[in-house]
């Protein structure tokens, strides 16, 4: 498997650890960037996925889509502590009148999933999924514990937007991150540029079943209701492309994902163009809830759209993507997959990338 892209001298190990998975057949298609002291070490592609490659990142879409929100935060638009039903009054329903927007963003908001079944137009159609959020009750009381919002994260925040902003969350992001900052991130895609998209593939048939599979019925309605995330049909049409599912339809490129890290671990500013204050990087990047998380039945520590953990900060999304920041070793990276699978492709890249930084690089 010819493996394009480059890396700087001292990082000839990451290629070879990203060209070992497809050597191995653990990988069809995929993309690694790495962003070290703000220059760019490694930028690799390979298979399925060229270059310029488009990849459907499921997850990693959150901190994006937390970031639009925190923008408008940033200029005295909306507060972080802010009653959501001040701006949404619907939504004060069902246990939700006291929800702020610092609940929504770190997946204390209490609206892990809608119990009732849902068809999929109910979350590609934002004002029909406005009126469902509006009348679920919550899983708990705000404020009270977390857990994370798998399905709902974006569309709960574009509202906020659409509401504070008049744009929607998907245009948001367009014109004031990836604009200014130069991301080939996308969140709502263009019809021309479906083109580059890179299907995402599930060659041994297991995943959608075993990702499913076992999971208590919160975990089900939280991931599959609408049936969407494990359904590679649905999330490779023209239709959820073009739809904006701010948790988790973002594509991208790798490229696009790192660079966004390394404008939050300069603390707003890339190249020059500051987006977000440093003062709200600081915020999004601290813990804000931490303990038992209620869908993931394990401990989490949320930030303000990312997860905390090991001295880093960023979000996976099932299927294997990553984007991340390591403030210890001035990095940010991501790694994003066509072939679904576990986050073991993205870390053996990222053991290689940070063993080559400690040899030097």
Known sequence: MEIGGTVTPGFEPVRDAFAALFERGEETGA???AIAGGRAVADLWGGSVGR???VHVYSVTKPLAAACALWLVDRGRIALD???ADIWPDYAQSGKQDTTLRHMLCHQAGLLAWREPQPLDALLDLDRAAGLLAAEPVWWPPGSAHGEHALLYGTLLGEVVR???GRTLGALFRDELAGPWSLDVHIGLAPEQEARVAPLTDPDGGWARELLAG???TWRLALDNPPALAHLDVVNSSGWRRAEVPAVNAHGTARGIARFYAGLLAGGRLDGVRVLAERTVAEMTSAQASGPD????????????????DGGWGMGGIGGSIGWADPAHGLAWAYVTTRMGDHERALAVERALLAALEAGG
């Open 82 to 84: 802010a009653r959501i």
């Open 163 to 165: 509401r504070v902003d």
């Open 52 to 54: 310029y490659g488009l």
């Open 294 to 309: 209620r869908l993931l039945g394990e401990h989490a520590t949320w930030g303000l759209g990312v997860g905390l953990a």
């Open 215 to 217: 999971g208590e019925e």
């Open 31 to 33: 993309a690694f960037t």
